[in-house]
């Protein structure tokens, strides 16, 4: 999530609500105006926050648009950038157990990274692992969140 602040400021001889317009474009929703509309006074001005959170990747413009009481020119602000999803990698491509000894624990461990710059929500399993009753592999953490640039999950034989 993104915090902003813009200032909308009367510099006008008279007294002007305005009113934020619907933006339907696939970004548009993403973010919020607090207040989206409201009455200036001669000389008053109002800090609108503006809240961007986005579900979906990919670069976007949007132009928001005032409008203001008595005018037929709307008061523009324009938002551009580009949403990335996390990056990641881990230290080893694979983990090779070799010859384990029937009933006896084997432990590996490797790091997972996060190379983005936001923290990473992350879930960790091995697939057709066992059953629901029986599982071969533990997974320590198994699910977490992890910090830009550092992480560890070690997966251990049973």
Known sequence: ?????????NCGDIECTYELQPCNTPFGPKFQF???SG???VGDAHI???TFCSDILGEFSEHFNFKLQGS???LSVHFKGHVVGPTFHFDVEELNYG???YDFLSTKTLALMNTSEIPMNFA???PQDGTLLKKEF???PQKGTIEPEIGRASCRER
Do not use: A, F, G
Request: glycine share 0%.
């Open 138 to 140: 533990v997974i320590e």
């Open 1 to 9: 999530m993104h915090k902003y602040e813009i200032t909308l400021q």
């Open 72 to 74: 037929d020119e709307p």
């Open 34 to 36: 607090e207040p989206s």
């Open 124 to 126: 960790l399993r091995v």
């Open 39 to 41: 009455l200036l006074k």
């Open 99 to 101: 010859i384990v000894s």
């Open 48 to 50: 609108v926050t503006v």
